[in-house]
């Protein structure tokens, strides 16, 4: 009776160490791919990708991603505000781009017109791009750019009589 203990307890641990080998160690939010369970009983292996549905797993924005959208949106802000303050700064003042003056010479209107169909221009494929992540960070460079030559020409308004 004892040795068919032992025979028995010899062959569960052999079992056991083989169904422990034969687990592949998941890291954290991958679902089980390609990882063949073999019964100690059976020399079949079943895989698991072809029995269990495939899960998307939700996309966690990183840290860096979160701080270069914050400093997107920050630069639509900062395009929008020297857009504006460029219009207004020009407002009823002689214009020197023929393609901004409206029929008398100064900036009306039509400048404002103008100036809002190119923010607008800029802006459109920001907003059909937003989901490329990687692109965020040369679209704020580019806001910013555009809001540094509209605060230029802001001040160089406010100088003009």
């Not at 890291?27 to 079943?46: I, M, R, W, Y």
């Not at 806001?143 to 100088?159: D, M, S, Y």
């Amino acid at each position: 009776m004892k040795v068919f203990k032992l025979s028995a307890l010899a062959a569960s641990l052999v079992c056991f160490a083989g169904v422990i080998q034969a687990q592949n160690a998941i890291t954290p939010g991958e679902l089980a791919k390609n990882v063949a369970f073999t019964s100690p009983f059976d020399s079949t292996a079943v895989d698991v990708a072809s029995v269990m549905p495939k899960q998307k797993i939700a996309y966690v924005e990183t840290t860096r991603e979160k701080r270069v959208r914050v400093l997107w949106m920050t630069s639509i802000l900062a395009m929008g505000a020297g857009t504006a303050a460029d219009a207004y700064s020009s407002w009823h003042k002689r214009e020197s781009n023929s393609l901004l003056a409206s029929s008398n010479g100064t900036f009306g209107e039509k400048g404002v017109a103008i100036k809002a169909g190119i923010a607008a221009g800029v802006l459109t494929p920001q907003i059909l791009f937003r989901k490329h992540r990687d692109w965020h960070l040369a679209f704020a460079v580019s806001n910013f750019a555009e809001a540094g030559i509209f605060a230029g020409a802001t001040v160089h308004n406010l100088n003009v009589k």
